[in-house]
């Protein structure tokens, strides 16, 4: 590397700059030929993924049958933009009492002083701001179009306005421009070496890094709450942890994760580990660790994870502890599969569960949000065939269908970060599980598209048949505490709510704040969010927030208060291997070591 320039004159060398380039060019040309080198065969299933091109075109329709309307949009822009050039004159003159726009409260793209200090770049942001919004209001009130055209064509509007934000930018981004002078243009040469890195990472497609990979080891600073594997199959590994009680509640709790990710999103650290805390509460915790599956289990069908996921892990129990009641959390797409499996067990008069709780999971895909825009048929016929050469689907396709979700976010945050700033990714537990994703088999991943998302058969009494037994979720009477989220885009609390109408049993829904993650742990300790309660549990959504009380904090407590009473008489404490079962390893255990 060239010596760094004198910061006196304030701005970089040019020219080392682009000798630093060069030399990084070549150095990972190998690389960046991966990135561009694009078969043509592939070019056509490239052009349009996502099956948008249909729906633009209706929109596009749309506009035209309506042309005063369309004028009417652009008038309004027009005049927007001529007010924000008067107010941005005044203020110049110093007269600051001119109409702002300001961004959404909680948008960090424009979080820096400079945004709105400097009016060159106040100018720019408002702008940018003005005409996004435009966009969205324009591309959100066409008439005439179909339900699923109209989300279609709103999502990926949005997607495009966030792409074309003025902070993504190297010369419309102040920070960005400060770090370049102050460091002499080391933040761009830093950050190609990460563009570099993170294309390699991606074996030729850009995989940008969130977190530092290597800051994080399963069993040594995540994943570490005692345990052993005491049962394992072709699909999983069941974790039972050591007690830290004298007394535990007689009826075990078992908690199905969802398949897409590791499990250990509830077993992070100890300070937000959600595993350490209900052992710390008296419960015998067993955890399911599902299998980063490869193409020999392609064929696994809902059934197999019914079969070997729910009821052979429920055998497995009893044989560990002697005790045939348990109760369950199942959580995101576990807790679905959770439901139908409470379903199928009801059918056949199986009893052993006694209460079940579910994190974030939906049985009603009506209102799944913005995930369906990624679901039609002609996606899925596409998605299908992805699969068929290898039998899976990477976890990195799903991570970038959640991603997309929150762009801002989980996209374009980091892309700044790591290629204009030329910055490390930070370490963080959370983005360190987001980035461990796990493949899904052909099979089953299908079966739950097209049977929960695309045609809602799992919320229809006899929709679906498991073992040749028709499904009927009415069928569970069984207490259920139903916890969902505010601010979550995965599985969203309308959504989620819709669950509270299809039990036959005692059901307590529960709100929380923040997301689909933070909104699930949030232990107690950090005095973070709040949650709403209704306490009188009414069976309409808007009734049932009506009532509602913010109550400060975790539900942990809310939710442990409720479990209690429903898990038996206090017994002496068991420990992995006092039962039938041998124990296999240690805890986080091999299956969840397997990386993509």
Same mark, same amino acid.
């Given at each position: ?17 682009? /000798? ?11 690389? $960046? ?22 729906? +633009? ?37 110093? *007269? ?15 979080? /820096? ?18 005409? /996004?919004?435009?966009?969205? *209001? ?117 908690? +199905?994760?969802?398949?897409? #990710? ?31 599956? *490869? ?69 009603? +895909? ?42 801002? *976010? ?7 970060? #790591? ?8 370490? +963080? ?17 299908? $079966? ?15 929709? &679906? ?35 509270? #109408?299809? $039990? ?12 689909? &993650?933070?909104?699930?742990? #949030? ?74």
């Amino acid at each position: 590397m060239s010596e760094k320039p004198d910061k006196s004159s304030g701005m970089p060398d040019l020219g080392a700059m682009t /000798s630093e380039f060069l030399q990084l060019l070549e150095k990972n040309q190998q690389a $960046f030929a991966k990135l561009i080198a694009t078969p043509p065969q592939a070019i056509g299933k490239m052009l349009d993924p996502f099956n948008v091109l249909g729906s +633009f075109k209706e929109s596009a329709k749309g506009l035209a049958s309506d042309p005063a309307r369309l004028m009417k949009a652009n008038l309004d822009l027009w005049q927007q933009h001529m007010q924000l050039w008067q107010s941005a004159a005044a203020k110049v003159l110093g *007269d600051k009492t001119g109409v702002t726009t300001t961004a959404d409260k909680g948008d960090k793209r424009f979080k /820096s002083g400079e945004w709105d200090e400097n009016p060159i770049f106040d100018f720019i942001k408002q702008s940018y701001l003005i005409t /996004s919004r435009w966009l969205m *209001d324009t591309m959100s009130n066409i008439e005439g179009m179909s339900e699923a055209d109209a989300k279609k064509v709103q999502f990926h509007t949005k997607q495009l306005a966030d792409a074309m934000s003025p902070s993504n930018f190297l010369l419309t981004n102040p920070d960005v421009i400060k770090a370049t002078i102050d460091s002499g243009g080391q933040n761009l040469v830093r950050g190609m070496q990460n563009l570099a890195r993170d294309i390699k990472a991606g074996d030729g497609k850009l995989k940008i890094a969130m977190t530092d990979e290597n800051a994080f080891e399963l069993g040594v600073n995540v994943a570490t709450t005692p345990g052993k594997i005491v049962y394992q199959n072709d699909i999983l590994q069941l974790i039972q942890y050591e007690p830290t009680t004298e007394e535990v509640y007689r009826r075990p709790l078992v908690i +199905f994760p969802p398949w897409i #990710n590791k499990y250990y999103i509830l077993d992070l650290q100890p300070e937000n580990s959600f595993v350490r805390w209900a052992v710390g509460h008296g419960y015998t915790v067993f955890v399911v660790s599902w299998v980063n599956p *490869d193409q020999k289990l392609s064929g696994k069908t809902m059934e197999d994870y019914l079969n070997e996921g729910v009821l052979e892990t429920l055998d497995a129990v009893e044989a560990a502890t002697g005790e045939s009641e348990v109760n369950l959390i199942g959580y995101c797409i576990g807790g679905t599969l959770t439901g139908a499996a409470l379903a199928y067990m009801a059918a056949k008069k199986d009893e052993r569960v006694k209460a079940t709780t579910f994190f974030a999971a939906q049985m009603d +895909f009506s209102e799944a949000g913005d995930l369906k825009v990624f679901i039609d048929e002609k996606q899925l016929d596409s998605l299908e065939e992805q699969m068929a050469e290898t039998g899976y689907l990477e976890g990195s396709a799903m991570s970038t269908a959640f991603n997309l979700l929150r762009s801002n *976010d989980l996209i374009w945050s980091s892309y700044v970060n #790591n290629y204009l700033l030329g910055k490390d990714p930070m370490k +963080f537990d959370l983005l360190y599980w987001n980035a461990d994703a796990t493949r899904m088999p052909r099979a089953l991943h299908m $079966f739950y598209l097209r049977e929960c998302y695309l045609k809602n058969n799992l919320a229809k009494p006899g929709g &679906i048949s498991l073992n040749d037994t028709p499904i009927d979720l009415g069928k569970v009477t069984m207490p259920i505490y139903l916890q969902s989220a505010r601010e979550d885009h995965i599985a969203p609390y309308p959504s989620v709510f819709k669950a509270k #109408n299809l $039990f036959s049993g005692p059901v307590r829904f529960m709100l929380a704040g923040s997301g689909h &993650i933070a909104g699930v742990i #949030n232990p107690p300790c950090a005095n973070k969010y709040n949650y709403w309660m209704n306490e009188e549990q009414p069976d309409d959504l808007d009734a049932w927030l009506a009532g509602a009380e913010s109550r400060p904090g975790s539900w942990w407590d809310d939710w442990n208060t409720w479990l209690a009473p429903l898990s038996g008489e206090m017994v002496a404490a068991r420990k992995p291997g006092d039962g039938e079962l041998d124990i296999i390893e240690d805890a986080p255990g091999s299956y969840a070591k397997i990386k993509s």
